[in-house]
């Protein structure tokens, strides 16, 4: 297109470098709002906390005295926030692999030509629009054990009304981990704290539909001539699924993964209104134990210390997913 | 794929009708677990005072009353009613969407259609935003909200509702515009519009879906959202409902009923949006995912 135009070089550079002048300053005056709000309010106060991290703030007073990773070492050692680690491990994993799961399943059988193909998919799409607290207040609900066998309540009382008495359970007052290892060094016992099961279930409740919307769009985005070109080859129907449509479904995997993962490292409400943490720690995560720390026992250092180490976790998940979007936009 | 395997004998066809029988089972089965709250929700929100009793909670209402819903909402017999919080997210929830959809948009146009160099970047740190845990901004925040008179305010929430919906709502508004051909630009220039003049005559009068996408999305997470309604507002005279629900569910005190009728207020505004806006609420949700 530049070299087409035969014009006046001088009459051209002119005019460009009005254009530059006036629209283009226009342009970075309008944005500028935005980039300063966001380098104070994420970048800067980021800053400021890993600052206070570093430092013995304790009580209402600021007390900016430099510690060091004093903090971050008494964290790591205190069976608590050990305790927190594992359950966030334990969470996301279990929370991720389900939602992955029932969502592929679910968009591959929306998407096999079905009756009420868009109530079901309403149905299954819909708790996205509800607050993690009105989630937690009714699964919690939903989870309260009672006096279960003889006089259950909730889920229990369910299974009861149904013949399936065996699959009552404690639940949310479950006080067990499986299988409870206790290495040498570590403050906490390894394995599945029972108790967060059932938030995992209310969790993946809320988030699945998500995940069966996001694989539905990636199904419908694969022409169906490649699926064709496989079947004429003499492919079954699994494994035109498995060589074909599954590979062609990963980058939908990633973003799944990404978004589910962030939001459950950073997982608050949730836990906050089903459990609050309990039975003991077995619930509680580094979201909650921030919170609590900081804005109830006023040890702002070391909230600040739990609050990094989150931001870090995040951002080891997040940064290079978001590299490698830049990158292939910039290709593109 | 049963058109395709359907030779002429009957043994395919019967298999073939089977696993149409497995999908509908299976679909149904998870449509009960999604709608199980749902059902719990709606009869113990129903059921009147004397009603309610655990051991009967999956039971339906013998009559429709509203006395929960007039608990959770008024208050009363050591009930914090809802009502305030309720129009405190309200009076939250509507400026901060209406400036994130400017913002947004002004932002995306800009990084679509204006690039400079390092205008990727730019983009790329903007959104990190739309990932950090709050935790990590908390502290500063209350301080700075303190020092500025806006702690513990309802302008107070909006700004800190805008500011972090930035990410988000520039992200939409961005990929909307980059779909618009740059001719249409290019057009504009030729007649002699400025920045300002493209962004009116071109850009605006075709930016409707974005507007009700990225309202709807920063409308359903902001009225949802409960860390930064916890912080920011010590106040019980200021919480959004969110907080309110809360305090309503940790309180021993309140029934369960009124609980559940809580809730369902709480997600009422949202649920309807979902149910008549279904469609620009799922392109929100795709948008989130970057480019899922």
């Given at each position: 297109m530049q070299q087409a135009k035969p014009q006046a070089i001088g009459a051209r550079t002119a005019r460009r470098a009005r254009w530059l002048n006036r629209d283009r300053i226009a342009a970075l005056l309008m944005i500028a709002p935005s980039v300063i709000a966001v380098a104070i309010f994420v970048y800067g106060f980021i800053g400021w906390t890993a600052f206070i991290s570093l430092t013995n703030w304790e009580g209402l007073r600021a007390n900016l005295t430099f510690v060091g990773l004093e903090n971050y070492a008494t964290i790591f050692n205190t069976g608590r926030f050990q305790t927190n680690i594992r359950n966030l491990v334990v969470f996301t994993t279990l929370f991720l692999a389900i939602c992955l799961v029932i969502g592929l399943l679910l968009a591959v059988l929306v998407d096999s030509r079905i009756r009420a193909e868009s109530l079901f998919r309403s149905i299954y799409i819909f708790p996205m629009a509800l607050s993690f607290i009105v989630t937690g207040v009714v699964w919690q609900w939903i989870f309260a054990p009672g006096n279960w066998p003889n006089d259950p309540t909730g889920i229990n009382l369910l299974f009861k009304q149904m013949g399936l008495d065996f699959l009552q359970g404690a639940w949310t007052t479950d006080t067990s981990v499986v299988p409870g290892w206790r290495p040498e060094g570590l403050k906490t016992r390894i394995g599945i704290p029972m108790a967060m099961i059932p938030v995992i279930i209310a969790a993946v409740w809320q988030m699945s539909g998500f995940v069966m919307a996001m694989y539905l769009a990636g199904l419908r985005g694969i022409p169906d001539e490649i699926k064709e070109a496989a079947r004429v080859d003499g492919a079954s129907e699994w494994q035109v699924f498995r060589r074909v449509t599954l590979p062609l479904l990963q980058p939908v995997t990633l973003s799944a993964v990404i978004v589910l993962g962030h939001i459950s490292l950073k997982i608050f409400d949730l836990i906050v209104t089903m459990t609050g943490g309990a039975p003991g720690n077995n619930t509680e995560v580094p979201g909650l134990y921030m919170y609590e720390i900081t804005?109830?026992?006023?040890k702002f250092s070391e909230g600040a210390a739990v609050a990094i180490v989150m931001l870090v976790v995040v951002a080891a998940l997040v940064i290079p997913y978001l590299n490698y979007n830049r990158r292939t936009e910039v290709e593109q | 794929m049963s058109v395709v395997t359907s030779p002429a004998s009957a043994r395919p066809r019967l298999r073939v009708r089977w696993s149409r029988v497995l999908i509908y089972a299976v679909m149904l089965a998870f449509a009960a677990f999604y709608l199980l709250p749902v059902y719990l929700l709606l009869i113990t929100s129903f059921k009147s005072f004397e009603e309610v009793s655990l051991s009967r909670m999956w039971d339906l209402p013998r009559s429709l009353s509203f006395e929960s819903f007039g608990r959770a909402w008024n208050g009363g017999e050591g009930v914090i009613g809802m009502r305030g919080s309720f129009l405190n997210s309200v009076r939250m929830v509507i400026p901060a969407t209406v400036i994130s959809c400017m913002l947004g948009s002004l932002n995306g146009y800009v990084l679509s259609k204006?690039?400079?160099?390092g205008s990727e970047t730019l983009f790329t740190l903007i959104l990190f935003g739309m990932f950090i845990p709050y935790q990590s901004v908390l502290v500063p925040l209350v301080e700075v909200l303190r020092e500025i008179g806006l702690y513990a305010s309802i302008p107070g929430l909006v700004l800190v509702h805008v500011v972090y919906g930035i990410p988000i709502t520039t992200l939409i508004f961005r990929n909307y515009y980059a779909g618009i051909p740059t001719e249409l630009l290019e057009a504009g220039k030729i007649d002699g519009a400025d920045f300002f003049g493209i962004y009116r005559h071109i850009m605006l009068p075709i930016s409707a879906p974005g507007f009700v996408v990225v309202a709807i999305w920063q409308f359903t997470s902001i009225w949802n959202e409960f860390l930064f309604g916890l912080i920011i507002t010590n106040d019980p005279q200021l919480r959004p409902v969110t907080v309110a629900l809360q305090n309503l569910s940790g309180?021993?005190?309140?029934q369960w009923n009124v609980q559940m009728a809580g809730a369902l207020l709480v997600a009422m505004p949202t649920l309807l949006v979902y149910i008549f806006l279904g469609k620009y609420f799922l392109r929100g949700l795709l948008a989130g995912s970057l480019k899922g």
């Open positions: 804005f109830k026992a006023n | 204006w690039r400079f160099p309180s021993q005190f309140t």
